[in-house]
DNA sequence: CGCTGTCATGATAGCGCTATCATTCTTTTT
DNA sequence: AAAAAGAATGATAGCGCTATCATGACAGCG
């Protein structure tokens, strides 16, 4: 099994692959005539498309998708940008993503922005390159390159996350409402002094959303909305390291809006390891509905937002405009749930 | 920005895409000089690397990276196989190859087995398909006819995660050791009704092999070595719901070392919220080192296995190999380390 | 001054597949 | 029974790019 590290000496005139062309022949028929054997089985004869599949095992073919994507100026690939893949959120919708397309036969060309719109276009470039059959990306927001050569593109372009009016299909949550939501649930418990934790918002905007709706609820209550931001992205050892800080500049606090389940789990375990009482000293709360906070005593209050639904959705919405289906709705409201726990 | 859902219709002789031979041409140069100036700018001078580079900018071309695939007959593109995508190790390592990769403008080809190895076949295939530059695969085993597939493909091909004799490149970690690892912790903590659980095992086999070491340490002391096996794959949640089922089986225990920290994490927790003391009560341990382990309270004790630097190691390797240098070593052992907590 | 070597560029010929149109033969329709 | 429609197959001509070999220009060298 020993390999021969020259690869890129390789003679293109005496490839050794099997092509198309000596299946047709093993099977007495056509290139062309394989060619629908294969991928339009419809078109063929039982007879021939028997023959052909039996040429196929026989020979060990494996058909040259580069060449077939280059001919039909069509790729079963699909680009997926996403801004992290350290969040498990993307991850779950790239799930989402992955099983519904790969079902269909397509793949899955993966891209990490690294939250840098700069970078994301250069990965839609690279991808358009492709000739991917469709781009999803996270997020409404892009640079202005990336968004003019998004415009001109002419194939299924789904930007999911967020929701609102974007290039082509959408698939996401209202953000601003969900921090609405939360900050509701919080001044209907009665806190007042409450702070908004979140990490890196020019980066993760779409928690800075979910702050824009927050600060609106405490405002309209003619509570002050004081933000705590960190320069670390999101994590247990940021939540954990948060209280400190939020404690510092707010001694007051009594509940904590974390922008996600991260920070707010590590905020929890942290403020038990010192003794604090949550809800009583400290009320907590996140986003996103991680299994973590469930799993937590007390239970984590949170956002649950349907992410693996998400990409399923998405996925599903593509395969209908990729297959030729006219696609009304252009935007869907996955929405979210408000999940109580104990921790406010 | 709106899109006509008929994008099969397109007509192939009519394409509005930018050329290389148009940038050639506004640049007053011929096509094959055009390619040499973006992809081997030493080989032509500068004025004509400037020239074409601004025509590049100038018609907004965006290279077709499929045609030039067909026509080199290689890719930038790296096939990444895992087995799944629910569990954050397989993302990590992910991780590590995608920041790698990226950074030498290589592009991601994910696929997903669900840990089913015909499932594997298939995608391997597909890639194969792609031209793929690597392919890189979690474990060292295949089925039969993936197996054959890959020893004839004349491509870099890396196995990650376990360690040990495989195709070709491979980076990864002693399984069996690790095992025997935190069984001899624990028994050298003075543990002696020990079991170990697991999920799913016959799938993730490398949770097996830890298995093996365990039990051939406790053996060693002469102690028994059951085993529970759960139906459901390794979360919080099937973490929690294993305290009863370990219980009912073996209502002596005292230490229960789990397959991975997701399962270990969620008995800890469960055991807080039915007031058993960790680990005076009963003593547990992971494996994985995840973040969430170290901070529960008590610390989780786990081994700790370096996962994105698996994927780093694994990449950079790779790339060794696709630039064309010897790779000397095959096997990487990237190791693993007790982290000792309170759990146990 | 011819000889060899290097550098920059170009002409040609595919890479392996499929869109398109053409052909043959069979079936259905009027 | 002739015409029209359909079913199965094939010949041709690319898709957009790059490997390969060829060319011309110019430097260094004995």
Partial sequence: ??????????????????????????????????????????????????????????LGYVPNLVAGSLASSRSKLIAVIVPSLINSVFVEVIKGLQETLEAEGYQILLGNTDYDLDREYQLVRTFLGWSCS???????????????????????????????????????LDHVAAGRCMASHLVDKGYRDIVYVGA????????????EGHKAVLQAHGIDAPIVELDTLGSLKAGSESLDLVFAQHPKTKAIHFANDDLAAGALL????????????????GFNGLPLGQHVTPQLTTILSPREEMGRLAAKELIRRLSGKNVYRRQHDVGFKLQLGEST
Same sequence: chains 1, 2.
């Fill in 270 to 285: 942290a403020a038990q390891r010192r003794g604090l009482n949550v809800p009583n000293d400290i009320a907590i709360a």
């Fill in 200 to 211: 890196r918002l020019a980066q993760d905007y779409r928690a800075s959303m979910r702050y």
């Fill in 1 to 58: 099994m020993s390999k021969d590290p020259s690869h890129t000496a390789k003679n293109r005139r005496h490839s050794d692959q099997i092509t198309l062309t000596q299946v047709a022949k093993s099977a007495g028929v056509s290139p062309i005539t394989a060619s629908r054997a294969l991928n339009n089985p419809a078109k063929v004869s039982d007879t021939t498309r028997r023959n052909v599949l039996a040429a196929v095992e026989r």
């Fill in 134 to 172: 469709a781009l999803v990306t996270a997020g409404l927001r892009h640079n202005k390159a990336c968004h003019k050569l998004l415009a001109n593109w002419d194939h299924p372009i789904m930007e999911v996350m967020e929701l609102g009016k974007g290039m082509d299909l959408n698939v996401g």
